[in-house]
C-alpha cells in the first residue's frame, strides 16, 4: 500500500493531512530515497500513530517515524 493512501486515508483534518505529508517528505530524506516500500510504509503508520497521538510537529512526527530505521546502502 502506498505510504501517500495510508495518510489520505486517515481521519485527520486537511492541516493535520499536510502535516503529516511534511513529516513523511522530511523521514525519507532523513533515511534517503529509494528505500523499499515496506521500510516507507512502517514509517507512514508511525507519522500517522504520532499525529493520532496529538503531535502536529512535522519535524517530531519525522524523527519518531524514523527512529530505529537504518539507511539502506546504496539507498538514494
Known amino acids: 500500500m502506498s505510504p501517500h493512501k495510508l495518510i489520505q486515508g486517515a481521519a485527520f483534518d486537511p492541516e493535520t493531512v499536510r502535516l503529516l505529508s511534511q513529516a513523511y517528505a522530511t523521514a525519507v530524506r532523513l533515511v534517503g ?39 539502506f546502502p546504496n539507498a538514494g
Open 33 to 71: 530515497k529509494g528505500q523499499p516500500p515496506p521500510v516507507l510504509e512502517t514509517i507512514a503508520r508511525r507519522i500517522i500513530e504520532s499525529a493520532g497521538g496529538g503531535e502536529r510537529d512535522p519535524q517530531k512526527m519525522a524523527e519518531y517515524a524514523i527512529r530505529g530505521v537504518a539507511p
